[in-house]
């Protein structure tokens, strides 16, 4: 009795492992970077990985995450990672000094930055900004140096908003501390975290970008042009993961957050989980998930950016759309 | 549904007592609950207030010698400018003293700006720490991995110039939950060069906080000045019950008590006034203030609780400790459990007392109901209860005793009065029968008599009447009419009534003058009339052949005399007193001619003497003026005219006296006169 059933059972475990191990073969092993520690900006991603969209796709992938040293497209340069989360303004920066990368899928459709500074000051529109404070001194404006700091800068710039700019590396505290009057932030991040510090909404004055003609669009997957055109097709199903990764998790919420927790534990990072669902909600309602044009960066919002960035010196060259944005056959237009 | 009123005896008894236990014990229960809550809350509250304050004071013991210790550092290096060597063992030896009073402390650094602290370096940074064996080490660290002038602990003293006290933060390279006293180094001109930080670990902190626990079922929990929870006790990683919230639990470390309430709100307890709450209890707790209040924070399952606090003042922080308040007003509860059986109990004993009580009084009440009910239907010889005791009930039951007995023999006398009553009230309508079939019934007297026309009505006040009227022919074409009135009422008047007409029968058939006959009536009246009776008398004998009425009255109303042409006027004469008072009294006589159509009306006092209801009397003139003007075609109409006038008058009014009316019309022989208008 005993050995028959070894006898039965013994085919299936070998036809098994050998199915696993083609599997393996099959997939390729790529890793990608995020451009901030873990948080729910990111929970799609996570979702491809721990539901086995990736896997689905033929890919092994490998989360990681920026530390506050370095800059995202250090990453790339540096050969640490294939493929990088950044934002359009990041890459944009990079790519005028010369780091050969390229967007290969578009994540976000619309700018998330805020600039906010607390009610009462005197500040009610965009050029009180550029007034004194009332004790004489100009705004001090704390503005994320790296990544994201593109953006705000050429908005201060476009504005002629005049004020001292102080580095912003580590969150809210230049604002809490009263060390900065004005600060950048992004609404599903530093604008929560002002709330969750004890500001009521009614106690700031907010500014948003894509409300003032700078709606920039935000979060893409971006890589080196080398890895682009040596395996296109890994660029591409990449892409079409993270997007079906994104479309699921929002259609799970629950899971979606498990799976944001379970990254910040793993990299020792702190989960706030109101601030986390408030993140994922937000943060997942300005992406472009549908239609036929998800995932491709707009050819409008790329020659918009480049048109803003050089008029107000943030680079001095840019290349065109097509070999930005390799994989899209046909940019559309806004 | 029966009305109150309509309730027995003791359901309204109980009812209205149950009503009083209710409200008076209630009330007074009410009050005391009140009074124990008040007292019981004060005291808790300041046991709570009390050790909550004394934790916080006592986690802030640790930060003011941090506070003077990084001053002096820093103002050693500003004033000495060590070199490097120097700055390690001034580190050194900082570490280890301080350790001594404040175990928390668990690293000293001492940072620069790029090229601040050495003209030729970059990265200038000087961290001593415990290592794991114990010793103490000091290395030097910065480079492009580890930039620490960009981190809050540093940049924010650089901005504000002044010392700080950093939000707790996870230090990335002791992987330590810190906060870090950053104190500004200055150089010689006064400009920012670095900062000297002393870093407070967090960990011992949580167990530190457990003392503010005073009752050993609080939940505490510190909060930064920007509201961060910095840390629980460590026995108590779990300040939730259900399995769902623990999942939640150990998170709330990386979250604020703001993101914690949207947190309530958005998942753990669908309230809005939760959340508020605790967001007003942040906002007091971040301004420093010390205080308490409702609210429900971490125990879903325990309901509200009270939440105490108070400020850790040196680095702004805030200490506060959640009560469930089930458990702080435990002792109040478990007096209302004891106190309501009692109560209740009470509440039971007296209704079933004064239920007993009522019973008691009211059994004997139904027990008479019943009798009496019984002795209204007739039975009176139904039981009594046996009187018991002197009260009222006793004093009832022997008063209806009485009642019964009397009530007994009077219904046996009165079955006995009746008896007699009705025995006489058949005689006397016996003689009733017997008087009114005294009185003639022929009317006219001869049916084929054309000379006169008659109508003659007796309606007898009682049963027996004293009015008599008469009428007869005497012989010839001579007819006799009376009308008398006996003194007196009922069988006397009618038995002198029947003498009476025995005798006026008898005499006129021998004597045929009117004044003569009355004379010899009055005579054989008055003799042996000892009972002193008498009667008003009027006799008138008609001649047909002639029209001549010969009349007598012995006091009696004058009759009234009618004229075909409707003249009247009254027969005034009077011819004697009335019967039976005078016995030799003479009485003469009147005569007048009646023509064809005169009537001649004779009445007793009971036509003019109705009263109507207001006692008004009808009279002798109202009678005269009727007779002159209603027709007067026979003696039956008008007679009958007349008595409708006066029945009509009395309106319903009961009639004193018998009413008696005798009407005489003369006729033409041989034709009937014409009435004239």
């Not at chain 2, 001619?593 to 109202?622: I, K, P, Q």
């Amino acid at each position: 009795m005993k050995l028959f059933s070894g006898i039965r059972v013994f085919p299936a475990v070998l036809a098994l492992l050998f199915a696993a191990a083609g599997a393996a073969a099959e997939n390729r092993t790529v890793s990608i970077t995020m451009t901030w520690q873990p948080q729910a900006q990111f929970a799609g991603i996570y979702y491809a990985k721990e539901a086995g969209i990736f896997a689905k796709y033929g890919l092994d992938v490998e989360i990681r995450h920026k530390t506050a040293e370095l800059s995202i497209v250090d990453y790339l340069t540096s050969k640490h990672s294939d493929f990088i989360i950044a934002s359009l303004g990041t890459a944009l920066v990079e790519r005028s000094k010369g780091v050969p990368l390229v967007n290969v899928c578009q994540l976000g459709k619309e700018s998330m930055v805020m600039l906010i500074t607390a009610a009462g000051n005197g500040i009610e529109t965009l050029a009180d900004l550029s007034s004194p404070t009332p004790s004489g001194k100009p705004r001090r404006f704390a503005v994320w140096k790296v990544d994201f700091g593109a953006v705000p800068l050429a908005f201060l710039r476009e504005r002629k908003i005049n004020g001292s700019i102080i580095p912003m590396n580590t969150g809210i505290g230049l604002f809490l501390w009263g060390a900065a009057d004005v600060i950048c932030a992004m609404e599903y991040n530093e604008y929560y975290q002002l709330l969750a510090a004890g500001y009521e909404p009614d106690e700031l004055v907010c500014f948003r970008l894509r409300d003032n003609r700078m709606n920039i669009p935000e979060d893409g997957l971006y890589t080196l042009e080398s890895t682009q055109k040596a395996a296109p097709e890994v660029s591409a199903a990449l892409g079409k993961a993270i997007l079906e990764g994104w479309r699921e998790a929002l259609r799970n919420p629950e899971q979606a957050l498990a799976y944001v927790r379970k990254y910040c534990d793993r990299d020792n990072s702190r989960f706030d989980p109101a601030h986390q669902l408030w993140m994922f909600k937000l943060y997942g309602s300005s992406l472009a998930l549908e239609g036929p044009q998800s995932g491709i960066l707009q050819r409008g919002d790329y020659d918009f950016a480049v048109k803003v960035f050089r008029k107000y010196e943030l680079i001095d060259s840019a290349v065109d759309y097509s070999r930005f944005c390799p994989g899209t056959k046909t940019g559309g237009g806004k | 549904m029966k009305r109150f009123r309509d309730w027995s005896f003791s359901t309204r008894i109980n009812a209205v007592l149950l009503l009083f236990l209710l409200t008076a014990g209630g009330g007074i229960g009410g009050f005391v609950y009140l009074r124990t809550y008040a007292i019981l809350s004060k005291e808790v509250g300041l046991t709570a207030t009390a050790a909550v304050n004394l934790t916080a004071e006592r986690i802030n013991s640790a930060f003011p010698p941090i506070e003077t210790a990084a001053r002096e550092l820093a103002l050693a290096l500003e004033v000495n400018q060590p070199g490097l060597e120097a700055q390690k063992r001034m580190i050194r030896e900082t570490l280890a003293q301080l350790r001594e009073t404040v175990p928390s402390l668990c690293g000293i650094s001492v940072a620069y700006v790029p090229f601040g602290g050495d003209p030729d370096r970059e990265y200038f940074m000087l961290y001593g720490y415990v290592d794991k064996n114990g010793e103490i080490a000091v290395n030097q660290i910065g480079g492009n991995e580890y930039r620490y002038f960009k981190f809050d602990w540093f940049t924010i003293p650089q901005l504000l110039n002044h010392a700080v006290w950093t939000e707790p933060y996870l230090d990335s390279f002791t992987g330590t939950e810190m906060s870090t006293r950053s104190q500004p180094i200055r150089n010689a001109a006064g400009k920012f060069i670095g900062v000297v930080g002393f870093d407070l670990s967090l960990e011992g902190l949580g167990t530190l906080a457990a003392g503010a626990d005073v009752y050993g079922y609080g939940q505490e929990f510190l909060l930064s000045r920007f509201g961060r929870f910095v840390a629980f006790p460590e026995n108590k990683t779990h300040p939730f019950e259900t399995e769902e919230l623990r999942q939640e639990a150990p998170l709330i470390i990386d979250s604020t008590v703001f993101s914690y309430a949207d947190l309530l709100k958005r998942k753990l307890f669908p309230s809005r006034d939760a959340s508020e709450k605790l967001r007003m209890i942040g906002h007091a707790m971040l301004a420093g203030k010390t205080g308490w209040t409702r609210g429900r924070v971490f125990n879903r399952q325990e309901g509200m609780e009270r939440i105490f606090y108070a400020p850790v003042a040196a680095p702004g922080w805030s200490l506060g400790v959640a009560y469930p308040e089930a458990k702080l007003l435990a002792p109040l509860h478990e007096l209302t459990r004891r106190v309501i059986p009692f109560a209740a109990a009470g509440v039971l004993l007296c209704l079933f007392s004064v239920g007993m009580l009522v019973r008691r009084i009211s059994r004997p009440l139904e027990e008479l109901t019943d009798a009496a009910q019984s002795i209204g239907e007739g039975d009176f010889d139904t039981p009594l209860p046996a009187p018991k005791g002197l009260d009222q009930v006793g004093r009832l039951t022997r008063a209806f005793r009485s009642m019964q007995e009397a009530l007994k023999a009077y219904v046996e006398e009165l079955k006995t009065t009746t008896e007699a009553r009705l025995r006489i009230e058949s005689e006397l309508e016996v003689a009733r029968q017997i008087q009114l079939g005294i009185l003639p019934k022929m009317v006219p007297p001869l049916p084929d008599t054309e000379e006169f026309s008659l109508y003659a009505s007796l309606r007898p006040a009682r049963q027996v009447g004293g009015d008599l009227y008469d009428f007869f022919p005497i012989g010839g074409s001579r007819y006799c009419f009376i009308v008398g009135d006996v003194s007196g009422k009922g069988i006397p008047a009618a038995l002198f009534m029947a003498v009476i007409q025995t005798l006026q029968r008898g005499e006129a058939e021998k004597i045929q003058d009117p004044g003569a006959l009355v004379t010899r009536i009055n005579e054989l009246l008055s003799r042996n009339n000892e009972t002193l009776m008498f009667v008003t008398y009027f006799l008138g004998i008609l001649d047909l052949r002639s029209g001549v009425f010969q009349y007598t009255n012995a006091g009696h109303n004058p009759p009234c005399l009618r004229r075909r042409d409707g003249q009247t006027g009254l027969l005034t004469s009077r011819h004697g007193p009335a019967l039976g008072v005078v016995p030799d009294a003479k009485y003469s006589s009147d005569s007048i001619r009646l023509e064809a159509g005169d009537c001649v009306v004779l009445y007793t006092d009971g036509v003019t003497e109705a009263a109507n209801r207001s006692n008004e009397l009808f009279g002798v003139e109202t009678l005269r003026r009727l007779i002159a003007t209603r027709p007067a075609t026979s003696a039956a109409a008008l007679g009958e005219d007349l008595l409708r006038t006066v029945d009509q008058f009395a309106g319903g009014a009961e009639q004193a006296d018998d009413i008696t009316l005798l009407i005489l019309r003369f006729n033409a022989v041989g034709r009937i006169p014409e009435e004239s208008s």
